[in-house]
């Protein structure tokens, strides 16, 4: 069965920065586009990050200026670079495909995965 798995997080101090890691193990990779989510418990999933398979990406208000996805198709793997991480960025970050539409929307499909908890705190 193919899935993500992100990797990569932790804990940090505001202001450091943080790259989590996405690796697919199907043989698709390099035709979808790849979604960052992130929750808090008790909350509800809000989305991160987004980048097509053109490299085209879109960010969350929260993150515009501070995060950046990139992705490596040859292997399998999408990237999110966090700087200046503040404690509101504490949450489990999530990696999985997404519907990249014409307007700039994006929507989460399939299944998700474990994700990866980080926390902001001094």
């Known amino acids: 069965q193919v899935h993500f798995v992100e990797s990569g997080g932790g804990l940090v101090q505001p202001g450091g920065s943080l790259k989590l890691s996405c690796s697919y193990s199907?043989?698709?990779?390099?035709?979808?586009?790849v979604g960052w989510y992130r929750q808090v418990v008790g909350k509800q999933r809000d989305f991160v990050a987004a980048?097509?398979?053109?490299?085209?990406?879109k960010y969350g208000d929260d993150v515009k200026g501070r995060f950046t996805a990139s992705r490596d198709n040859a292997k399998s793997t999408a990237y999110l670079q966090m700087n200046s991480l503040k404690p509101e960025d504490t949450a489990v970050y999530y990696c999985l495909w997404v519907d990249f539409y014409s307007n700039g929307d994006v929507d989460p499909r399939g299944s998700w995965g474990q994700g990866t908890q980080v926390t902001v705190s001094s």
């Open positions: 980048i097509t398979a053109g490299h085209i990406t």
């Open positions: 199907g043989s698709d990779f390099s035709i979808y586009a």
